[in-house]
């Protein structure tokens, strides 16, 4: 199948250069100015003991010949934008962002039939154009359940690269899981300016990172999904506890949280600019976390 990618950081990358390392037809939608320079391979470096991957993969600046799989991997605040150079309607269109919202966007663009949503768990990053570095040890790809005829062959090649991938049929899960687990760590990184082990050390957060996840997952469910606080909790304390060690407190909580990380304080004076915080980290006035910080 011909598949094209839409934003080649980390996560576009990696995917990219899975799809192609499996004989499949790769397009990599870049901006116009580094189109000269990208290379014609992709290459991505894994875990000790997986090797790397190289693979060939043509790219464009604007996606105008047809595909099957449109794979998006930008940033949700990119989206918009990024759509602008999608001149053509694909089979299909897979998403990998983060949150709920950009599923509907996408559905008015591309009509909700071709929108298969999708999330994916991994550490990873882009060291140069075209070159990736997988630094976890695991990717989860997780996927709407009615993708699988179309996707399924695809899917089950992921798996023999090591990707741990499963179809789910409640799409309100799959989305909701993963902003159910990524949105109550940033708020609460954000509010303490600490990192997660530190946050696991204190039991004044710990507990106020369990009641953020309580909370989220009390919206998910009444949202249709299925989502279960304390095994989110349980995960995200096994996942972060194995991780290795590290030189920098904030790189053992991952790609997503070093990016929520380095923007904690911004958004920190933010709210104390807009009065919705106080000014001791602590939120004496009993407040959601979810409220209190948006």
Not at 42 to 70: F, H, M, N
Not at 132 to 155: D, H, K, M, T, W
């Amino acid at each position: 199948m011909k598949h094209a990618i839409l934003g080649a950081g980390a996560i576009g990358g990696l995917v990219g250069t899975a799809l192609a390392s499996l004989g499949e037809d790769v397009t990599v939608v870049v901006r116009p100015e580094r189109l000269p320079s990208f290379p014609g391979n992709l290459l991505l470096e894994r875990p000790s003991g997986s090797g790397s991957i190289t693979a060939p993969a043509k790219a464009v600046a604007t996606l105008t010949e047809p595909v099957d799989v449109l794979w998006i991997a930008t940033k949700t605040y990119q989206l918009q934008t990024a759509l602008d150079v999608v001149r053509v309607v694909p089979g299909c269109v897979v998403p990998l962002l983060n949150g709920v919202d950009h599923i509907a966007v996408l559905a008015a663009r591309f009509g909700p039939e071709r929108v298969v949503p999708a999330t994916i768990a991994v550490e990873a990053e882009r060291i140069a154009p075209g070159r990736f570095i997988q630094r976890s040890p695991f990717v989860r790809l997780n996927v709407a359940g009615r993708g699988e005829p179309l996707l399924g062959v695809i899917v089950a090649g992921l798996g023999d690269l090591g990707f741990n991938c499963q179809f789910i049929q409640n799409e309100q899960t799959l989305l909701w899981s993963k902003l159910c687990f990524l949105g109550p760590f940033a708020l609460v990184t954000s509010a303490s300016g600490l990192n997660v082990g530190e946050i696991f050390a204190d039991a004044r957060w710990k507990q106020r990172l369990s009641s953020a996840i309580a909370e989220a997952c009390a919206v998910a469910n009444a949202s249709g999904a299925e989502v279960d606080a304390l095994q989110l909790q349980a995960a995200g304390h096994a996942q972060f506890h194995a991780k290795r060690p590290c030189r920098r407190p904030a790189a053992r909580i991952g790609c997503y949280w070093r990016s929520y990380c380095a923007r904690r304080r911004a958004v920190r004076d933010r709210c104390l600019d807009d009065g919705r915080v106080d000014g001791d980290d602590s939120l004496e006035d009993g407040r959601p976390m979810i409220a209190a910080i948006p």
